[in-house]
């Protein structure tokens, strides 16, 4: 399949010439030279659905990393800029490529180069600094009391990871996430797992972070974060680190019984329930059967057609592009509110925090579903002794 250029300042198509010649060094080769510019990964795109612009969808993103770097693009041509900047980076593009195109390390390793020191958005370098802050992060939830742990970490025991922004915005979730998991604990000095440095312009500060997690958390540590999950089990492996639902599953919860409300008739139903996956979960590890099986226990359970698909949180990006981050979210609400659920369930506080801001509008003229972490729906429905 032939290319046409995608960038004006490219002065002729990326073609099979091209693949191997690496110049500068930024990129790993053999993931820059596997992708085939075969397309598949066009329709899964959702910046390529919003625009049908080539050069924002992960194929001429790709084209854009080979023209940098192979010194045919400068690096701070504002087109690479921008496109390193637009990517949701959800890893959708992975799981349709027949070519095993690994692009997610392919774009933390762009916006390492796009993003380095004096480059790059000053609001990620400020997000950096401020997570990388322990202190800053104990301080930021202790008056929304979020489940925290005192006394020696031991390793005969499940730790809770405890989110950045889920511990000052969400406290209710990692309470509720003690309470699934018996005799877990959530030492409150845990750090930041790395996951924003890793997407946001340093995978090598990341990736320091979520190994020095691992020391201070020895043994299995459950998170209720998709995309703390994918980044943190890249580094520690899937055998320390294992996101709450995958957990429950594998440790066989059942609840005491299913979750109730009246219908317009009066009369006793199940709770209607959608899902919204984290794409970091669901793309990079796999996770998107387990939080609908533990859901379909409790309540009745509605697929939303673009379940799979980014809702436009993608960690920072709704601060960083927030005009974008609505772009992508608007046809998801319009489809939440036509499933005709009380509850739309996410399993990463950022898509959980997406999802209640686009609500709000639409609950203020009466609308009544309600965002949730699964783990908070969970708890409500209790635990079976066995």
């Not at 669901?282 to 387990?290: A, D, E, F, P, S």
Request: positive net charge; contains cysteine.
């Amino acid at each position: 399949m032939s290319e046409l250029p995608i960038v004006p300042q490219v002065p002729r198509p990326v073609d099979a010439g091209d693949h191997g010649v690496h110049r500068r060094g930024i990129f790993d080769p053999e993931l820059l030279d596997r992708c085939i510019s075969c397309g598949f990964c066009l329709p899964v795109c959702p910046t390529y659905a919003l625009d049908k612009d080539e050069q924002s969808s992960p194929r001429g993103r790709i084209t854009l990393m080979r023209a940098l770097e192979s010194g045919r693009l400068e690096p701070d041509d504002p087109t690479l800029q921008h496109e390193a900047s637009y990517c949701l980076g959800c890893r959708a593009c992975e799981t349709v490529c027949p070519a095993g195109v690994e692009y997610g390390p392919m774009l933390e390793q762009w916006r390492d180069h796009q993003w380095r020191a004096g480059h790059g958005p000053a609001l990620a370098r400020w997000l950096r600094w401020a997570v990388a802050r322990r202190r800053m992060l104990q301080l930021s939830g202790l008056v929304r009391r979020f489940a925290r742990t005192r006394g020696p970490v031991r390793d005969d025991v499940a730790h809770v990871m405890l989110g950045c922004a889920e511990r000052a915005l969400f406290p209710a979730v990692s309470q509720a996430a003690r309470a699934l998991v018996p005799g877990a604990d959530a030492p409150a000095d845990q750090g930041c797992c790395g996951a924003l440095h890793a997407h946001n312009g340093d995978s090598a500060g990341g990736r320091e972070m979520a190994l020095r997690l691992g020391r201070d958390l020895p043994g299995t540590i459950v998170t209720t974060s998709g995309g703390c999950a994918a980044h943190v089990a890249e580094h520690l492996g899937r055998d320390r680190l294992v996101e709450i639902s995958d957990y429950l599953v594998r440790t066989g919860w059942k609840p005491a019984g299913r979750l109730m409300t009246r219908g317009a008739d009066g009369r006793p139903r199940p709770i209607r329930v959608t899902l919204q996956d984290s794409c970091h979960l669901r793309n990079g590890l796999g996770v998107h059967r387990q939080p609908r099986e533990l859901l379909e226990q409790i309540a009745e359970y509605v697929e939303l057609p673009s379940a799979a698909s980014c809702c436009g949180a993608a960690g920072s990006y709704s601060i960083l592009r927030p005009r974008d981050s609505k772009r992508v979210l608007a046809p998801k609400l319009d489809e939440i509110m036509a499933a005709e659920v009380d509850y739309v369930v996410a399993v990463n506080p950022g898509c959980l925090l997406q999802l209640k801001q686009g609500l709000l509008p639409r609950r203020a003229r009466g609308a009544k579903v309600k965002a949730v972490h699964l783990v908070e729906l969970l708890v409500r429905a209790g635990s079976r002794a066995e």
